[in-house]
């Protein structure tokens, strides 16, 4: 089963506006990291964030993570065009849990209207 | 710097051909990975590597196998393509694993008839 889980599955909002996605997570983590898909393109990293750290920046992208209730968010503020695209989270659980796998949801669309 | 790249772009195959994906990285990374994208499933992933001449299974081997023969190179071989293998496949290296930044290549979309 998939570990992480993002939410909503699509987001459409008005160039300028903030976009909130949200990914849930079932075990404990060693990290989790953002990363965004354009259509047809693979994947880029955003942002990585420890278990240890509760809140991360990165120009117009801000991450949180609860630990406790085993979720995380990103924050995009003022939306461009150009950040139309789906956004994954990946979590790390560590080597007791496959290895060097890094499990991905399944992720959010984010349409940005001009 | 090309970061990762892949080739083919895109490929079909009958059931029962065979084909090899190739992946290269320039940035000197230990670790490389193979995943399959397919629509409403997150990226999976089918084979790593942590060095040179190194390979492990991840999620959804079966069906694949993989080399590792440079350290920039990694290839993903399917020996009898199935329909149920058609997928977008991607190609990724970090410097330190799991707990670092993977760069992805640009994929490779697989149509198996």
């Known amino acids: 089963s998939q570990q992480g889980e993002e939410d909503p599955q699509a987001l459409s909002i008005q160039e300028g506006e903030n976009a909130t996605m949200n990914c849930s997570y079932k075990t404990s983590i060693n990290n989790l990291q953002w990363y965004r898909q354009n259509s047809g393109r693979g994947l880029v990293h955003l942002i990585l964030i420890r278990s240890n750290e509760r809140e991360k920046h990165s120009g117009r992208l801000r991450v949180t993570l609860d630990t406790s209730k085993k979720s995380s968010s990103l924050l995009i503020t003022a939306s461009r065009a150009a950040d139309t695209a789906s956004y994954f989270c990946a979590t790390d659980a560590g080597p007791n849990f496959g290895n060097e796998k890094l499990t991905f949801g399944t992720g959010t669309r984010l349409t940005i209207i001009p | 710097n090309a970061g990762v790249t892949q080739t083919p772009k895109f490929r079909v195959l009958k059931t029962g051909q065979s084909m090899t994906l190739l992946c290269a990285q320039d940035m000197n990374h230990e670790y490389m990975y193979w995943y399959r994208q397919d629509p409403g499933m997150g990226l999976r992933l089918i084979h790593y590597?942590?060095?040179?001449?190194?390979?492990a299974k991840g999620e959804v081997p079966d069906g694949y196998n993989v080399s590792r023969l440079k350290k920039q190179n990694f290839l993903l071989g399917l020996e009898s393509a199935a329909p149920s293998q058609t997928s977008v496949y991607f190609c990724a290296s970090s410097l330190r694993g799991r707990t670092d930044t993977q760069y992805f290549g640009p994929g490779t979309r697989l149509t198996v008839l």
């Open positions: 590597s942590v060095g040179e001449g190194t390979t």
